[in-house]
């Protein structure tokens, strides 16, 4: 299985700040990358697929890039709902797998 | 709007069976492979398992395979996780998801229900 690394575990961020996070895969996924946020109680919600597409409704504050092993998300720009736990996935293969999740939290 | 609602979870002992089930509505769920993920408490997210659109296809998780099976009925729109030989380490909430592309394409998963709480224990 291609193992996905995230980091860092968790991030202290204030309101109107950015924040990056980075998403390294354990060989390449080429672009088959996806971005989700997870609050707590909720499932998660997809923010951005092929690395850079925004998903339907999504705001331009979120940022996705990378291609091969290496992967950022950045949130500019951060917003109160913007506070949550973020994990990457990769599905280049038949047996996706996700980051161990990184958590946004107020600084 | 779509609408994916699984049902099924339930506290059983070690060794024992379960079966999930997950009712789609608001999209033609018959063009869509559909997933199986968890997530133990206060943990992240394991993929568990996806099936093709038409049933042809199924894929596991290392941690499941062999023990869980995916299946699907296109005419009641649902998809349905088997779980057999539970063990501890299944407790976890479990979520299905739609692919968010159609047919045979892998893709992110673009809608998940609120999941349903398995809970293996003596």
């Known amino acids: 299985d291609i193992q996905m690394t995230q980091s860092p575990s968790t991030l202290s961020a204030s309101v109107g700040g950015s924040v990056t996070i980075t998403c390294r895969a354990s060989?390449?996924?080429?672009?088959?990358l996806a971005w989700y946020q997870q609050k707590p109680g909720n499932a998660p919600e997809l923010l951005i697929y092929?690395?850079?597409t925004l998903q339907i409704g999504v705001p331009s504050r979120f940022i996705g890039r990378g291609s091969g092993t290496e992967f950022t998300l950045t949130i500019n720009n951060l917003q109160p709902v913007d506070f949550a736990t973020y994990y990457c996935?990769?599905?280049?293969?038949?047996?996706?797998?996700f980051g161990q999740g990184t958590k946004v939290d107020v600084k | 709007q779509v609408q994916l609602v699984e049902s099924g979870g339930a506290v059983v002992q070690p060794g024992g069976s379960l079966r999930l089930s997950c009712a789609a509505s608001?999209?033609?769920?018959?063009?869509?492979?559909m997933h199986w993920v968890r997530q133990t408490p206060g943990k992240g997210l394991e993929w568990v398992a996806l099936?093709?659109?038409?049933?042809?296809?199924?894929f596991y998780g290392d941690s499941v395979k062999g023990r869980f099976t995916i299946s699907r009925d296109n005419s009641k729109n649902t998809v349905f996780l088997q779980m057999n030989s539970l063990r501890d380490d299944d407790t976890a909430v479990y979520y299905c998801?739609?692919?968010?592309?159609?047919?045979?394409?892998?893709?992110?998963?673009?809608?998940w229900g609120r999941g349903t709480l398995v809970t293996v224990s003596a």
């Open positions: 998801s739609k692919n968010q592309q159609n047919y045979y394409d892998l893709s992110a998963s673009d809608y």
């Open positions: 608001g999209f033609t769920f018959s063009m869509y492979a």
């Open positions: 099936i093709w659109s038409d049933g042809t296809e199924k």
């Open positions: 060989q390449s996924v080429g672009t088959s």
């Open positions: 092929q690395v850079s």
């Open positions: 996935q990769q599905y280049n293969r038949f047996s996706p797998t």
